[in-house]
């Protein structure tokens, strides 16, 4: 039997990276997976490939409006909170606050945003999976990053609120925290500059979008006494955020 056969689940930022792979291990798994994310011709492509048991929705978690209506109808057993972003490397007396605001707002305000929506319908009925995507972002600062990171120590707070807030309801909270993910995660920071994205992976084996979704679908798997709540993941490249061991690559 499929683990989480009958499941409604929600993936948020589904178009692409880890959301996109978590859509494709809960399908896998037997669940029926809403994919919703903004760029809607991306994640009507998924739901294509991945069958009945996927549907599309075109979403801005940073519109509350909309994540109210969209999502706050459905009784969702699952809700991962995926999306998030990074938008470049300068440093905090640099960089530009029109940055800090989307990431903010994406990162912060989206996730608040898409948990007020599902919850209530969790809490109703005494069960529910609440999966959080933080970083180790979120447990170590490092140069030219200090806004995104406060956005992930943001997330571990939620994360920490939550299980207190929602204590004796029924509802398991849990926080995934990866370091690098192979991902177009820093195509996005760089601003669509190819160069400086592959550089942020070369000479190491960084995580797959499909191990942290492994990891994801086995924490939404355990025993319902068991609530695994914070789980960090490295690739073994990676020994902090700032110390990474690089093997040294051919010339040709």
Same mark, same amino acid.
């Given at each position: 039997?499929?683990?989480?056969?009958?499941?409604?689940?929600?993936?948020?930022?589904?178009?692409?990276?880890?959301?996109?792979?978590?859509?494709?291990?809960?399908?896998?798994?037997?669940?029926?997976?809403?994919?919703?994310?903004?760029?809607?011709? #991306?994640?009507? %492509? *998924?739901?294509?490939? /991945?069958?009945?048991?996927?549907?599309?929705?075109?979403?801005?978690?940073?519109?509350?409006?909309?994540?109210?209506?969209?999502?706050?109808?459905? @009784?969702?057993?699952? @809700?991962?909170?995926?999306?998030?972003?990074?938008?470049?490397?300068? #440093?905090?007396?640099?960089?530009?606050?029109?940055?800090?605001?989307?990431?903010?707002?994406?990162?912060?305000?989206? *996730? /608040?945003?898409?948990? =007020?929506?599902?919850?209530?319908?969790?809490?109703?009925?005494? =069960?529910?999976?609440?999966?959080? *995507? !933080?970083?180790? %972002?979120? +447990?170590?600062?490092?140069?030219?990053?200090?806004?995104?990171?406060?956005?992930?120590?943001?997330?571990?707070?939620?994360?920490?609120?939550?299980? /207190?807030?929602?204590? !004796?309801?029924?509802?398991?909270?849990?926080?995934?925290?990866?370091?690098?993910?192979?991902?177009?995660?820093?195509?996005?920071?760089? +601003? !669509?500059?190819?160069?400086?994205?592959?550089?942020?992976?070369?000479?190491?084996?960084?995580?797959?979008?499909?191990?942290?979704?492994?990891?994801?679908?086995?924490?939404?798997? #355990?025993? @319902?006494?068991?609530?695994?709540?914070? *789980?960090? /993941?490295?690739?073994?490249?990676?020994?902090?955020?700032?110390?990474?061991?690089? =093997?040294?690559?051919? #010339?040709?």
């Amino acid at each position: 039997m499929q683990a989480l056969s009958g499941k409604l689940c929600l993936v948020t930022g589904a178009s692409a990276g880890i959301g996109a792979a978590t859509a494709r291990a809960l399908i896998a798994a037997g669940a029926q997976v809403v994919l919703a994310a903004r760029r809607i011709e #991306r994640v009507r %492509a *998924l739901a294509a490939e /991945l069958g009945p048991r996927a549907q599309a929705l075109e979403l801005d978690v940073r519109d509350y409006d909309a994540c109210s209506k969209l999502l706050g109808s459905q @009784a969702f057993d699952l @809700a991962v909170a995926n999306a998030g972003m990074a938008l470049g490397t300068d #440093r905090i007396d640099q960089a530009n606050p029109a940055d800090w605001s989307e990431v903010i707002d994406t990162n912060i305000k989206g *996730l /608040l945003h898409t948990v =007020r929506a599902v919850t209530p319908k969790m809490v109703e009925r005494g =069960r529910g999976d609440l999966v959080l *995507l !933080g970083s180790v %972002a979120g +447990r170590q600062v490092y140069p030219g990053g200090g806004v995104y990171c406060a956005t992930k120590f943001a997330v571990r707070a939620l994360y920490e609120g939550l299980r /207190l807030d929602l204590a !004796g309801k029924g509802l398991r909270i849990a926080t995934v925290d990866p370091g690098m993910v192979h991902t177009e995660f820093s195509l996005v920071r760089m +601003r !669509g500059d190819q160069e400086r994205a592959a550089k942020v992976y070369q000479g190491l084996t960084p995580l797959a979008p499909a191990d942290v979704a492994d990891a994801i679908v086995w924490i939404v798997t #355990r025993p @319902a006494h068991i609530n695994v709540g914070e *789980l960090v /993941l490295w690739p073994t490249d990676q020994a902090s955020v700032s110390v990474v061991h690089r =093997r040294e690559t051919s #010339r040709g």
